[in-house]
């Protein structure tokens, strides 16, 4: 059983496309988010949700907007797509209160041409 | 912004070695945690430190959190090519809402 899963894994696009990717965990945490991988391997947060309640938002474009339907999903459109949009995309889960132990889903890695 | 600076950036050792990286910042943070990423996985935990000075072994892998909670290392003793990927060392800001700030990562190659 995957504890964080998301789709898809791989993500390949045109400029100005707009697209979503998907993230469900299954290990009954409160608090899901979204991290960016740049192409130097450097993680940084975007989002953050606790119990459907938008947390942390790290002065990320309005073109991304996260979208929690429940606490067991937290899923990420982004409009107009731009090139330096490509990255790799984490989706991670944790318990409430911030203990900061997360689960990471696979990643997905986002390519815009 | 608040920053990790994590150190050496790459290292290239042979099977057997012991290994130490370790992560600085300036400022303080109240949780330090390591963390393991494999080629086109996602990263996975391996320790979390809670209290200043703290020092925490898991199997072969010791981390501790520095006095001042400015900083922290990790060691890997008698490495293994499976110990192969990047180490991230992440601070979590004050404040309990989970936001990690992550160093730049030490990419670690074993030769068998």
């Known amino acids: 059983d995957t504890a964080v899963s998301q789709t898809p894994k791989y993500l390949v696009t045109q400029m100005g496309n707009d697209k979503s990717i998907k993230c469900e965990q299954n290990?009954?945490?409160?608090?899901m988010y979204w991290y960016k991988q740049d192409s130097k391997k450097f993680l940084k947060i975007m989002f953050s949700y606790n119990n459907k309640e938008l947390i942390i938002n790290e002065t990320v474009p309005n073109r991304f907007s996260p979208k929690s339907p429940d606490k067991a999903h937290l899923n990420l459109h982004i409009n107009s797509l731009e090139l330096g949009d490509s990255a790799v995309y984490f989706c991670a889960s944790g318990l409430s209160g911030g203990t900061g132990e997360l689960f990471f889903g696979e990643g997905s890695r986002l390519t815009v041409l | 912004g608040q920053q990790l600076n994590q150190s050496p950036q790459s290292m290239f050792i042979q099977e057997g070695e012991d290994v130490s990286m370790n992560c600085t910042s300036s400022s303080i943070f109240n949780t330090w945690l390591w963390y393991k990423q494999d080629p086109g996985e996602g990263p996975v935990l391996l320790i979390a430190?809670?209290?200043?000075?703290e020092l925490t072994s898991n199997g072969r892998l010791t981390a501790q959190f520095g006095i001042t909670r400015k900083d922290s290392f990790l060691n890997i003793s008698a490495s293994i090519p499976s110990d192969v990927g990047i180490y991230f060392c992440?601070?979590?800001?004050?404040?309990?809402?989970?936001?990690?700030?992550f160093g730049q990562g030490t990419t670690l190659q074993v030769k068998p």
């Open positions: 992440a601070g979590q800001v004050t404040g309990n809402t989970g936001k990690l700030i």
């Open positions: 430190l809670y209290k200043a000075g």
């Open positions: 290990l009954g945490h409160d608090t």
